[in-house]
């Protein structure tokens, strides 16, 4: 012992002192990276290969701890040195560990970042543009407040900080204008065209607009800015751009244009005036276009661009326009089309055709200093966020990308796909940094607000990095429950959405948990593998409190898909399984047994007559005392009798799903197959049923050869609440204890027993029958006490996109296709609220839909108790896991093979955000419609469609005029043949055709909202006569019903009556 105990403290050192020399490492990595930045700002760093970019500095972290670091605690610790190079640093805080409340929430919030809420958009569209028109130029005055737009064909606007016109003119000029700015020291706007430059007194009252155009010009204006930093009060300097690769010099003051003198005069003036009075410089820099050009302030700079390879980006002083001294020139391969300064950053952004953006420092031209990839089109605007360090780039495709300027990360990505084709192409973008928004300039002005929220980011939301097995609910707890396909188990808060603690490999390494059960009160949890081993928890502490042992056979077919709890308490669990080979056993454990134990097995599989799929049960009433919940059961072993005739038996098939209803009354369950087979097994009334009927010819129809996905009951409120505490049992939800089964309901059997059993018998169809109306009267009888009429109702989800409701008795009730205007795609959840008031399913696609049952379940053979469907939404890109519904904070939790579990709000499908998100849930604020970033397509409500609709008037239909008829045929007495004789399909009956002259008051039609009449005659109006048809019609045309009957045997009468 004592030499273990020195081997132990001897590897404890070694790892402190390996621990010591990580630490010590990763000092010298942050002194070195703090010195680096240091001198980058001071512009006196020159880039090698020893540069610590994020990359280097994440591998080198990973290098030195190991995965016991997070992936977003280095990028915190990384954004807080590069942010502020004095803060104060620990190495603990790239463990996850920080100094403070303040300063773990501040990196929470950093680590959310400030993404564009692109559902929150808004749009202009009044007073912007002419007639196929389109911005060409938006301008931010930030110390006026205004926003300045010009459009192409002459329109120029002032908005005020709440984008309201408090300016406008319209410029009549032949050329196009193609870019504006404002002029701080003369107050006006000026814009430039092809060949003119434009300034504009906004300032003019009443009617007067003052418009002085310059011109003209020698080579076509493409851009143009205003140099802010001006020494003079009455005097602006104003850079352009041109097709020939100048950029002009423009000095303008007041006396050029007479402004305090105009300001007198009440008409609107459109004055020209020669450039050749105005002091003008220009100079070549590039061979090429000049497409943008910028004053920088900070740098005291001008910036141009232009698509040439060589002289692509040149930022030097304006003095270089005048002296013709070398300017400083970035070359980029394929030029720059757009750039961008970061001021705290000290960093200048280029993009162009290339696809990339660049990254130079001001002093630095031989190479940029990172390179940031992604758009797969032409970068045509770049623009800053300076507060929060990011850049926003916009290529030709209207594809939007959000980069994080430290981290040269990327943060959100996003396409505005909705609108016109005029919309889908931007001219121009600005970032308002006063107001967090980005406005951008098409046909309309967009604007997209920014949102400290997770839910818009570029990631897709993960709450597992796989995908999800297992969504329970624990009522009890409020607590959510979520496995995936890894094994690792994790407890969410429902309010807050914070992880309480996770288990990973619960069953061992590389032992997929498949299924879960919460029981009723909350305190124990049961989890089933992919080898059908069982194991018991205690939920709050996740402590193991019993396990089945492994089974020694095949673990492909031991593979348990579903589990319910039916008991838990101290001295007893019991849980019900379904495995993949198709067999259900419950599973019982008691404080005296150390394992748990199989008590009860339901027969794999059953043959059921096509006619008349019923089948007696042979029951062990004895046995029901062992275990209280099902009793033993016996099928019929020799069927050598009936195998002759194959196409009498359903097929068997893998089992897929079930569900379990055991209240006062009733002893069910229901499974679902792979061939659209669902069985019914009823033990009260000692039979199973299948509840897929088959054709005569054994070809099934189309639902009904459909499988299986969920099998789901559906209990009214006055059932459940009759009976003692539980209601249905699924694999999703939180189901409990089930009240003891009722051996009194077994006496009518015992009657027939000779010995332990009772013998298994097969019916004929005639002796079926008379069967089924027994169990029918019986079954009214055992439901009659507790419901008073109120009778379960089984739904099954199918691979062809139905929902299917039947009777316990083996009848289908109804049938539900979801609204939508894409194909049927297979349906893979099911869950109802509490009080199953709603009903919800989730898609194969990612789709929910909920549909309002309430009034049904009232009387389901009541055909005026509809079922209405209300809402549908895109809750996941791919498949839907399950789903639950709770009733508190009424949201709708999803879960999906992406890995993600997502909450929504119940009544308007609203996103509130997904399990792991930093930032806490708030489920009460439904005030914004937000979408997930893998979702385009907002919440699509359902209205309801009454029967009929407000009356209109319409004119009859055309009828046979018998005079024009006599004058096209040779034989009018046809029409008095007591033979049938199919006129309709003479062509001169339709020539015949007319308005009629009798009864001058018109008919009264009404739009039919009967959805299950299908797309084409649910639309179809329904016309509703005064009279009876035969009163209606001339005496030449009342013919013999019977002639005029259709092949089908309806008559001409019942075409026309109403409803």
């Not at 020399?21 to 512009?43: D, I, P, Y």
């Not at 607009?209 to 800015?225: D, Q, R």
């Not at 079930?658 to 009733?666: I, M, N, P, T």
Request: with cysteine; net charge negative.
């Amino acid at each position: 012992m004592s030499e273990k105990d020195c081997d132990k403290e001897s590897c404890s050192a070694l790892e402190l002192l390996d621990f010591k020399n990580a630490l010590k490492q990763f000092q010298k990595l942050v002194e070195k990276m703090v010195t680096q930045k240091t001198k980058e700002r001071l512009g006196l760093y020159i880039k090698d290969d020893d540069e610590i970019d994020y990359d280097k500095f994440y591998t080198t972290t990973q290098t030195l701890f190991g995965a016991e670091v997070k992936d977003h605690n280095i990028k915190t610790f990384f954004r807080k040195i590069s942010n502020n190079l004095d803060a104060r640093t620990e190495w603990c805080e790239i463990f996850g560990y920080f100094i403070g409340e303040s300063d773990a929430m501040s990196s929470q919030m950093k680590e959310e970042n400030m993404v564009f809420l692109v559902s929150e958009k808004q749009q202009i569209t009044h007073a912007v543009v002419k007639r196929q028109d389109v911005i060409k130029g938006i301008v931010k005055v930030p110390h006026l407040d205004f926003t300045i737009t010009s459009s192409q064909k002459g329109v120029l606007t002032i908005f005020n900080n709440q984008m309201r016109v408090l300016a406008t003119t319209s410029v009549e000029d032949t050329a196009w204008i193609t870019g504006c700015d404002f002029l701080p020291q003369l107050k006006c706007v000026v814009a430039v065209t092809e060949r003119t430059v434009i300034v504009w007194d906004y300032k003019s009252k009443g009617s007067q607009n003052n418009c002085f155009v310059i011109k003209p010009m020698e080579n076509g204006l493409l851009c143009v800015c205003t140099v802010t930093m001006s020494d003079h009060l009455a005097k602006d300097n104003i850079l352009m751009g041109d097709d020939k690769g100048y950029v002009h010099l423009l000095t303008v003051t007041s006396d050029h244009f007479g402004l305090k003198q105009c300001k007198g005069k009440k008409e609107s003036q459109l004055q020209v005036l020669d450039y050749k009075t105005f002091n003008i410089v220009k100079r070549k820099l590039h061979d090429d276009w000049v497409v943008k050009i910028k004053y920088i302030s900070d740098l005291n700079c001008f910036g141009s661009c232009s698509s040439d390879s060589i002289h692509s980006f040149v930022l030097d002083d304006i003095k270089r326009l005048e002296d013709n001294l070398p300017v400083k020139e970035f070359s980029v391969p394929k030029g720059v089309n757009a750039f961008t300064y970061c001021g705290k950053a000290k960093v200048i952004v280029t993009g162009g055709r290339d696809k990339l953006l660049r990254l130079w420092h001001p002093a630095i031209n031989s190479r940029p200093t990172g390179k940031l990839s992604g758009h797969q089109h032409s970068v045509v605007e770049i623009v800053t966020n300076e507060k929060d360090q990011h850049v926003i780039s916009l290529s030709s495709a209207k594809i939007f990308r959000v980069w994080d300027i430290q981290t040269l990360s990327l943060l959100q990505v996003f396409h505005d796909n909705q609108g016109s084709p005029g919309e889908m192409e931007t001219f121009a973008m600005v970032f308002d940094n006063d107001r967090g928004t980005l406005i951008t300039g098409s046909t309309v002005i967009d604007i997209y607000p920014l949102t400290h929220m997770i839910q818009d980011t570029r990631q897709v939301p993960q709450t597992h990095e796989k995908s999800i097995n297992v969504l329970v609910y624990n009522r009890a707890f409020h607590q959510i429950l979520t496995i995936c396909s890894e094994s690792i188990l994790k407890v969410w808060d429902l309010e807050t959405g914070y992880q309480i603690y996770q288990i990973e490999d619960a069953h061992g390494l590389n032992t997929e948990v498949t299924c879960a059960a919460i029981e009723i009160n909350g305190f124990y949890l049961a989890t089933g593998t992919c080898d059908g081993a069982v194991k018991i928890w205690e939920f709050e502490s996740g402590q193991e409190v019993k396990a089945l042992p492994l089974a020694q056979h095949s673990r492909d077919w031991c593979r348990l898909l579903k589990i319910v709890y039916l008991k838990a308490n101290e001295s007893q669990h019991a849980l019900l399984v379904l495995e993949q080979s198709g067999k259900m056993k419950i599973i019982q454990g008691n404080s005296v047994q150390r394992y748990l134990y199989v008590t009860w097995v339901l027969p794999e599989a059953v043959s059921f007559p096509r006619r008349n799929p019923v089948v007696s049960l042979s029951l062990k009433p004895d046995t029901l005392q062992t275990h209280d919940f099902f009793p033993d059961i016996q099928l019929l072993s020799d069927t050598s009798s009936l195998r002759n005739d194959t196409e009498n038996f359903v097929p068997s098939v893998e089992m897929k799903c079930f569900d379990v209803l055991k209240v006062e009354g009733c002893s069910l369950i229901a499974t679902g197959s792979a061939n659209g087979a669902i069985i019914l097994w009823d033990f009260e009334s000692a039979s199973v049923r299948c509840l897929c009927k088959i054709n005569e010819d054994s070809q099934a129809s189309v639902l009904q050869a459909s499988g299986v996905n969920v099998i789901l009951f559906l209990v009214h409120g006055a059932f459940s609440s009759s009976s003692l505490p539980s209601t249905t049992a699924t694999v999703r939800s939180d189901i409990g204890a089930v009240p003891e089964h009722k051996s009194s309901s077994l006496n009518l059997h015992k009657e027939n027993v000779k010995s332990d059993e009772i013998n298994t018998q097969i019916t004929t169809a005639e002796d079926t029958a008379r069967y089924e109306n027994m169990q029918y009267l019986k079954m009214n009888v055992q439901l009659s006490k507790p419901v008073a009429g109120h009778s379960p109702i089984l739904a099954s989800a199918h691979e062809n996109g139905c929902i299917c409701l039947w009777s316990i008795q083996g009848n289908l009730v109804k049938e539900l296709l979801p609204f939508s205007k894409y194909p049927l795609v297979p349906l893979t959840a099911l869950c109802t609220d509490i009080c199953t008031k709603m009903l919800l399913a989730g898609s194969k696609e990612g789709h929910v839909m909920r549909w309002s049952i309430a009034s049904f379940l009232e009387d389901p053979q009541n055909n005026k108790n509809q079922i209405k469907e209300e809402l549908c939404w895109r809750a996941h890109s791919t498949e839907v896991v399950d789903l639950l519904h709770e009733e508190e904070k009424n949201v709708v939790v999803t879960a999906s093979v992406d890995g993600s579990v997502r909450l929504w709000h119940a009544m308007n499908g609203y996103y509130l955000g997904y399990f792991g998100q930093p930032r806490k849930l708030e489920l009460s604020d439904i005030s914004r419609l937000i979408l997930p970033c893998d979702v385009n397509n907002f919440p699509t409500t359902v209205k309801e469609e009454s029967k009929h609709m407000e009356k209109k008037k319409c004119e009859y239909p055309l009828m046979l005029d018998r005079d024009k008829w006599k004058s096209l045929t040779r034989l009018p007495s046809v029409l008095k043949k007591p033979k049938h004789v199919d006129i309709i399909q003479d062509l001169k009956f339709f020539k015949a055709l007319a308005s009629p002259k009798i009864h001058k008051e018109p008919l009264e039609s009404f739009e039919s909202g009967n959805r299950e009449a299908g797309s084409v005659f649910g639309s179809l109006p329904i016309y509703e006569l005064g009279k009876t048809f035969e009163d209606s019609m001339p005496q030449s045309l009342q013919w013999n019903k019977a002639e005029m009957s259709s092949p089908t045997g309806r008559s001409m009468e019942t075409g026309f009556s109403g409803e």
